[in-house]
């Protein structure tokens, strides 16, 4: 698990914004967990356990679908 924050020491807005969006990407997909206990608060990034990645066919992840 990493929280969202130690993911970025120096990166450009735009980094982030694209790691964000690959974040977002991933929970679509259930490949992650993600947790946070109040509004504005800590954003806990989680592996699902649930999940196998063994089985992902990287052509799902086209910009384009």
């Known amino acids: 698990q990493i929280e969202f924050g130690q993911l970025f020491t120096h990166f450009?807005?735009?980094e982030i914004i694209t790691t964000f969006q690959a974040l977002l990407e991933m929970l679509k997909y259930q490949y992650i967990v993600v947790e946070q206990q109040q509004s504005f608060g800590t954003i806990?990034?989680?592996?699902?356990?649930?999940?196998d990645l063994k089985e992902v066919d990287?052509?799902?992840f086209d910009e384009y679908n």
């Open 58 to 60: 990287i052509e799902q």
């Open 12 to 14: 450009s807005r735009n």
């Open 44 to 51: 806990i990034i989680k592996r699902n356990p649930d999940s």
